[in-house]
T-cell receptor
Framework: GAVVSQHPSWVICKSGTSVKIECRSLDFQATTMFWYRQFPKQSLMLMATSNEGSKATYEQGVEKDKFLINHASLTLSTLTVTSAHPEDSSFYIC?????????????FGPGTRLTVT | LAKTTQPISMDSYEGQEVNITCSHNNIATNDYITWYQQFPSQGPRFIIQGYKTKVTNEVASLFIPADRKSSTLSLPRVSLSDTAVYYCLADYGQNFVFGPGTRLSVLP
């Protein structure tokens, strides 16, 4: 159980266009989803926390008007990179959070590689 | 400021036990430490999670001392397929901070 999917797995777009990435929890309902960005040979950096039915909380330095997050249902969150630029090229990974009796776990998607030309 | 640190790289040989330590000085009282494995161009894969003392599952053990300022992931008898980057993730009150990752290379 606890499978998270992302779509697309990779995308190439031209500078100035927008790209939408979907994150789905396939076998459980996730009230909270997280979006991370990972540059080559670097760690994952949390971009924003997305709660179903409410506005996302963005980390310091992440532009909320550039990275639009929507969490309309308990199984789907989307990240839209607006007016993409080459410096936005990165590996974007989502996770879905689930609280257990004595723990809180994040289940990660396979990631989406964005290349902006 | 929440900060999670770990060694950048480690080498090991097949069959050896590998221990990777992570430092998370400011972790809050009720928060967990989680370890993940990541292969290139893939999402992180859950290995183990703990709160205190020792936790063991079928693939690893996690040791957390009483002060909880660090944790050690122990991988018994590693194989070539364990070559990957290992991340610790500390939960600072739903402020999740990944360590820089430890690149483990398992040699034959």
């Amino acid at each position: 159980g606890a499978v998270v999917s992302q779509h697309p797995s990779w995308v190439i777009c031209k500078s100035g266009t927008s790209v939408k990435i979907e994150c789905r929890s396939l076998d459980f309902q996730a009230t909270t989803m997280f979006w991370y960005r990972q540059f080559p040979k670097q760690s994952l950096m949390l971009m924003a926390t997305s709660n179903e039915g409410s506005k996302a909380t963005y980390e310091q330095g992440v532009e909320k008007d550039k990275f639009l997050i929507n969490h309309a249902s308990l199984t789907l969150s989307t990240l839209t990179v607006t007016s993409a630029h080459p410096e936005d090229s990165s590996f974007y990974i989502c996770s879905a959070g689930r609280a257990g009796a004595n723990s809180y776990e994040q289940y990660f998607g396979p990631g989406t590689r964005l290349t902006v030309t | 400021l929440a900060k999670t640190t770990q060694p950048i790289s480690m080498d090991s040989y097949e069959g050896q036990e590998v221990n990777i330590t992570c430092s998370h000085n400011n972790i809050a009282t009720n928060d967990y430490i989680t370890w993940y494995q990541q292969f290139p161009s893939q999402g992180p894969r859950f290995i183990i999670q703990g709160y205190k003392t020792k936790v063991t599952n079928e693939v690893a053990s996690l040791f957390i001392p009483a002060d909880r300022k660090s944790s050690t992931l122990s991988l018994p008898r590693v194989s070539l397929s364990d070559t990957a980057v290992y991340y610790c993730l500390a939960d600072y009150g739903q402020n999740f901070v990944f360590g820089p990752g430890t690149r483990l290379s398992v040699l034959p």
